[in-house]
C-alpha cells in the first residue's frame, strides 16, 4: 500500500511569509507525529496527533508553529513569520494505533528560507 | 527525557568489510528503531527492535534492553550501503528521541 507522503517535497520562501507543509498518513494509521531535522542532526520531535487532537505538543519551537489533523487523516504543519532559523526539512511519521508504536516516514519537506 | 547515543560518529569501510554500529539509551524503552536515511533524505525503516534480535538479509540487530544500548551488523558491505543510520528510542509518549546518527562510507 502507499506510504506517508508529504507535499510539497521543497519550498522556498522569504523570510516573513507563512508557509503550510501537508501530510497524508498510512492509511488506518491513527497516530502521526512531525520532525524537524536541520542539517547534520538527527531529527527533532514536534507535535504528535492522535486521531484528531494534538495529544503532545511539547516539541513545538514557539507560537509560530501550529499544527492541524481536523480529520483524523491528513495533517497540516503552519508556520507564520518564517525566519530562516526555520530552515530545514520537515518530516512526517504515523503508526497504527499509540499501542503499537513502530513508526513510518515520509520523504520530507524541505524548506529554504531567504 | 531519554537520551540516545550512536557511535561511531563515522565509519569508513571497504566493500565487502564488516560492521557494527552502536546506540546507547539512557532509560527503559517502548521502542527502539533503526532508520537508514537515503540521500533524498528518506527516513527507511530497518528494524523495530525494543528488545531481542532480528536479522533481515545482510542486515542485523540486537537490543540488550537491560544494558540500554541496541547493536546494528552490516555484513558484507556494499556501496549501495552508504548513509547515515540513526538509532531511535521512545520512553513514553510515542515521541521517538533520535541519536545523531552514524555516517557510513563504503568505498569500493
Known amino acids: 500500500g502507499a506510504g506517508v507522503s508529504q507535499t510539497p517535497s521543497n519550498k522556498v520562501t522569504e523570510k516573513g511569509k507563512y508557509v503550510e507543509l501537508r501530510c497524508d498518513p498510512i492509511?488506518?494509521?491513527?497516530?502521526l507525529y512531525w520532525y524537524r531535522q536541520s542539517l547534520g542532526q538527527g531529527p527533532e520531535f514536534l507535535i504528535y496527533?492522535?486521531?484528531?487532537?494534538?495529544?503532545?505538543d511539547s516539541g513545538l519551537p514557539n507560537d509560530r508553529f501550529f499544527a492541524v489533523r481536523p480529520e483524523g487523516s491528513v495533517s497540516t504543519l503552519k508556520i507564520q513569520r518564517t525566519e530562516r532559523g526555520d530552515s530545514a526539512m520537515y518530516l512526517c511519521?504515523?503508526?497504527?494505533?499509540?499501542?503499537?508504536?513502530?513508526?513510518?516516514f515520509g520523504p520530507g519537506t524541505r524548506l529554504t528560507v531567504t | 527525557g531519554i537520551q540516545v547515543e550512536q557511535s561511531p560518529p563515522d565509519l569508513i569501510l571497504q566493500e565487502g568489510a564488516n560492521s557494527t554500529l552502536r546506540c546507547n539509551f539512557s532509560?527503559?524503552?517502548?521502542?527502539l528503531q533503526w532508520f537508514h536515511q537515503n540521500p533524498w533524505g528518506q527516513l527507511i525503516n530497518l528494524f523495530y527492535?525494543?528488545?531481542g534480535t532480528k536479522q533481515n538479509g545482510r542486515l542485523s540487530a540486537t537490543t540488550v534492553a537491560t544494558e540500554r544500548y541496541s547493536l546494528l551488523y552490516i555484513s558484507s558491505s556494499q556501496t549501495t550501503d552508504s548513509g547515515v543510520y540513526f538509532c531511535?528510542?521512545?520512553?513514553?509518549?510515542?515521541?521517538?528521541?533520535f541519536g545523531a546518527g552514524t555516517i557510513l562510507r563504503v568505498k569500493s
Open positions: 527492535i525494543p528488545s
Open positions: 492509511s488506518g494509521h491513527t497516530a
Open positions: 496527533f492522535q486521531g484528531t487532537g494534538a495529544a503532545d
Open positions: 532509560d527503559s524503552v517502548n521502542n
Open positions: 511519521a504515523s503508526s497504527l494505533t499509540s499501542g503499537s508504536p513502530e513508526q513510518y
Open positions: 531511535a528510542a521512545e520512553e513514553y509518549g510515542n515521541k521517538l528521541v
